[in-house]
C-alpha cells in the first residue's frame, strides 16, 4: 500500500511540475513538446495526448521485449489524467501571464519538481516508465549505446513537437541541463531521509533496473542510493 501511495504520489507531483512548466511558457521537455504538439492538431487535450502517447510507446515498447510493471501502465494514465485536472482547475494558471522573472521560477519550480517526483515513483519499484521501457528496449535491440539511443529519442520527438506547434525554448535547453542534477539531489535527499531503508534481495534488482532506466528521464544516471556499508537503498520505506 506504501509503494503505491509513493507511486501515485511521484506521479501526481510529476504531472504538477509539468503544469508548472506549461504555464511558464518557456519551452516544455522533450516528450511534452510532443504531447502539446498532438493536442493542436486534435481533438485531444495537453494530458489526454500524454496518456495517448504514452500509452502507445508502451505498446511499442511491450513487442521490442521490455518488461511492463504495474507502475509503468500507471505513469502512461495517471501523469495525463493529473495535468487534465490541474490544468482545468486553473492551477497557478494566473501566473501565466506574469512577467519574465515570475515564469522563470515557474519554469525552475517546474523542473525541480520533475526532480522530486521521479525517484518516488522509481523508488516505488513498481517499473520503468514508459519512455524509460522504449528507451531500454531499442538498446537492447539496436545494441546501441544507451545515450546515443535517448539523444535519437529525445531529439527526434522535439523535431516531430516542434513541427506540429509544440512549445520549444529556453525551458527545453534547461530541463535538458536542468533535470538530471535535480534527480541527482532528490535521490541523495531521500537516502539521508527516514523514508529510505535498505533494499532487500529482490528489492535491489528493481532499484538497479529502476536506476537504469531513470536514463531516460534525466539524461543522466543518477548513482543508486546506498547506505554506509554501500549497500542499495529503495527510496522510500515501504
Known sequence: MARTLFLVGGLFLFALGIVLMV?????????????????????????????????????????????????????????????????????????????????????AGGIGLIGLATPLYIGAGMGAGPRDSLMLSLTRRTRGRVGIVRTFLEATVTVIGFSLGGTVGIGTLAFAFGIGPAVDASFALLARSALAVPASGSDRGQRLEASSAERAETGNAPPLATDDAGMPVSCVRV
Open 23 to 107: 504555464q511558464a511558457g518557456l519551452g516544455l521537455s522533450p516528450w511534452d513538446v510532443l504531447n502539446q504538439g498532438v493536442a493542436e492538431h486534435t481533438p485531444l487535450s495537453f494530458g489526454a495526448a500524454n496518456i495517448a502517447i504514452s500509452v502507445a510507446v508502451v505498446a511499442l515498447a511491450w513487442r521490442l521485449g521490455a518488461r511492463i510493471g504495474p507502475g509503468t501502465v500507471a505513469n502512461a494514465i495517471l501523469i495525463g489524467v493529473f495535468v487534465d485536472l490541474l490544468l482545468r482547475l486553473g492551477v497557478v494558471s494566473d501566473l501565466s501571464n506574469a512577467g519574465l522573472a515570475s515564469r522563470t521560477l515557474m519554469l
